[in-house]
């Protein structure tokens, strides 16, 4: 891995040397087989048997403190639910983001088509539209873009990172609706970084692992406690307005990024 620190092959048993694979590949190898091995520590399997390994990977990237890891995985979930307003805010920009894309898409002369759609005979096609739990995976000449939609006015690396762990060939463009805000993570720009993050997770998941005997800790490590919109009347008049100025915008900067592949090509 270039001289790069990375777990040795006593913590990682069982699996290629980084120098037998690509470097992001191989750690995210480790990763799948460290999730299956808290999986089956702490027996997190889902009602049909599944392991929970997005739950177990959501973890990690969450939370620094062992004894919250063990907390997490040891005690009954809470769920805590989220204000229907919100629900509805993502789901409307994503809608209106996918149709209008392909619209757009369209006069500017690509083939586009939703995957849902993918199914009929539409011939060719350039440009395919996914929507996804964040917004909208793109795939376009082997190219991929994820349009994560955020409508409110917080922000998650961790959340941003897991989505490149399960892609990590894409370009992650950040769409802050209410905040009218746009950001652009280029994978040359975040692969570096990612290969860090991963190996962070990893040395993270072998402490867990490794602990004999972990110290409880009275860390309140969830927020049982659901956000009241005081205002709603404001919120969704805000949004409807800030989403219709905003909307062109990102069409345009997701156009562009199409148009700079056909250029470098």
């Known amino acids: 891995m270039g001289g790069r620190q990375v777990l040795d092959n006593e913590q990682l048993p069982n699996m290629l040397s980084p120098e037998d694979s690509d470097p992001l590949d191989f750690l995210r190898s480790q990763i799948d087989d460290l999730c299956l091995k808290i999986v089956t ?8 048997g599944r392991p929970r390994n997005a739950f177990v990977l959501n973890a990690l990237t969450k939370y ?9 995985f040891t005690q009954p979930y809470k769920w805590v639910d989220v204000d229907a307003i919100y629900k ?5 920009a994503v809608n209106l983001l996918t149709e209008q894309l392909q619209y757009r898409l369209g006069k500017e002369g690509f083939n586009s088509v939703v995957q849902d759609e993918v199914e009929g005979d539409y011939g060719r096609v350039d440009v395919l539209i996914r929507q996804i739990s964040c917004g ?5 000449n082997g190219a991929q873009f994820i349009v994560e939609v955020k409508t409110g006015k917080g922000l998650s690396y961790d959340q941003i990172f897991r989505y490149l762990i399960d892609w990590p060939n ?5 769409w802050r609706v209410i905040m009218r805000q746009i950001i652009t993570l280029d994978q040359k720009a975040v692969s570096p970084f990612l290969l860090t993050y991963l190996e962070t997770i990893l040395q993270r998941g072998t402490r867990l692992l490794n602990g004999d005997k972990i110290t ?6 969830t927020n049982e406690k659901p956000y009241v919109i005081r205002d709603p009347q404001g919120l969704i008049n805000e949004f409807l307005l800030v989403l219709t100025e905003t909307l062109p915008n990102i069409i345009d900067t997701i156009v562009q990024q199409l148009k700079d592949i056909n250029s470098d090509g």
Do not use: M
């Open 64 to 72: 620094s403190c062992i004894g919250c890891l063990v907390n997490t």
């Open 41 to 48: 520590k702490f027996n997190l399997y889902d009602s049909t």
């Open 136 to 140: 909208v995976l793109l795939t376009y």
């Open 88 to 92: 509805e805010n993502h789901r409307l």
């Open 216 to 221: 409880p800790c009275n860390h309140n490590y």
């Open 170 to 174: 894409a370009t992650l463009i950040v």
